[in-house]
Each structure stands twice: as structure tokens, then as C-alpha cells.
């Protein structure tokens, strides 16, 4: 790579096909894989699996891009509806203890598929119920007491 003249021995030059490296410096350069930029040219390496050096230069290639019509789906604003919707037919208390504030009230799926929305499913239950369900039966400090 830097043109070192360096000795190896002829089992090492056979144990790696015939490459030898001064360091590891001259190793790394061997190994390093570069795409140039699209837009400038400029190298950048290909393992970050970019396709411009920069900023600028991806705004550049950005120029007179199209994008998709309809709004990608928004998961907090799926989340936002489906709350308020829980709010309007349940009422504004956690259906397990009765706890008041509604503004901290969460949204549990009893059969812990996130993607499964049905009313039926749905709960609505403060964070220490939430907690309670989620996080208590895992909790290494039960394990622990029952031992004392």
C-alpha cells in the first residue's frame, strides 16, 4: 500500500495469498471499501451506505424529487384518535383501579399485539396498573423477597 519494503517469510506470504502489510495502517487502507458521491464524486466510504458526502450534496441530489401523495401513517396520531375514542365510550377513569387523571391514562392491549386495535382489546389503564402488568411479573426483586 505505502510501498514499505518489509521482509516477510515465505509460510507467511503463503498463509495470506502473497499479501503482506507493513502495519496496520497500510492493512486498514487494503481493506477499506469507497463508492464515490453521486452528486460530487468525492469518495466516501461504502459501508455507511450512503450515496452523497454531505449535506449540500444531498440536497442537491434531492432537487426535483417527487414524493408519495398521501401522508406516510403517523403512529402517534393513531395513538392520539385511539385514545380519545377509549375516553369517549369508557369514560375518563382507569378501568382496573378508578384513578382520575385522565390526561396519564394509557393505552394497553390486553393481548400484548400492538398492532391489534380492536375495542375489545383495548384498555384503558393509568401507569401503575400498566406497570403492574408489564413489568411486576418480571421484576427481580420478587424473586429476591421470596427468598427472604
Known amino acids: 500500500m505505502c510501498d514499505t519494503l518489509i521482509y516477510r517469510r515465505p509460510y507467511q506470504l503463503k498463509a ?3 499479501k503482506a502489510f507493513c502495519s ?3 492493512y486498514g487502507f487494503y ?3 469507497e463508492s464515490p458521491c453521486t452528486v460530487c464524486g468525492k469518495p466516501i ?3 455507511a451506505n450512503k450515496k452523497t458526502c454531505s449535506r449540500s450534496c444531498a440536497n442537491k441530489n434531492r432537487v426535483g424529487m417527487k414524493y408519495i401523495g398521501c401522508p406516510l401513517k403517523d403512529k402517534v396520531k393513531d395513538q392520539q384518535s385511539l385514545k380519545l375514542r377509549l375516553l369517549k365510550e369508557r369514560g375518563k377513569n382507569c378501568e382496573r383501579c378508578g384513578y382520575k387523571k385522565y ?3 394509557q393505552i ?3 393481548n400484548r ?3 391489534d386495535n ?4 383495548l384498555e384503558l389503564i393509568c401507569p401503575n396498573c400498566h406497570y403492574e402488568e408489564h413489568l411486576l411479573e418480571k421484576s427481580w426483586l420478587r424473586n429476591h423477597y421470596h427468598k427472604i
Open 108 to 110: 394497553h392491549h390486553k
Open 16 to 18: 495470506t495469498s502473497g
Open 45 to 47: 466510504l461504502a459501508s
Open 113 to 115: 399485539n400492538r398492532d
Open 31 to 33: 481493506c477499506r471499501r
Open 24 to 26: 496496520m495502517t497500510c
Open 118 to 121: 380492536f375495542m375489545s382489546n
Open 103 to 105: 390526561e396519564i391514562l
